[in-house]
């Protein structure tokens, strides 16, 4: 969603890695090891972790459809405030998880 896929392929090559194999796994229906559900948000909604050279980046998907893995958003954790996602990324994941249930439900309604 958004610009996910163009933040993510800026990202280094360690990151798209090892965020590009979690995904994989997603989509094979497993539970990648560096994922974990993301509270605040919406069942369904998890987040992968990758931290590389002191810096921790971030992948938000949801598996809520079966139609397909939506990636929400990808970014660098830059908090500096203990371990919470920052609260402008979990706005804009709302906000995307937003239009992907309005997109799944005019799929619907098209069948």
Known sequence: MG?????LRQRPDEVKSEIGFALERVQQGKMPVNAKPLKGIAPGVLEIMSDFK??????????RFLSAVYVL???????????????????LVKRRLAQVVRMEAERDELR
């Open 54 to 63: 002191s810096s921790a980046f971030r992948a938000v998907y949801t598996v």
């Open 73 to 91: 958003r990808v970014f660098q954790k830059k908090s500096k405030r203990g371990i919470a996602t920052p609260k402008r990324e979990i706005d």
């Open 3 to 7: 610009d996910s896929r163009e933040v």
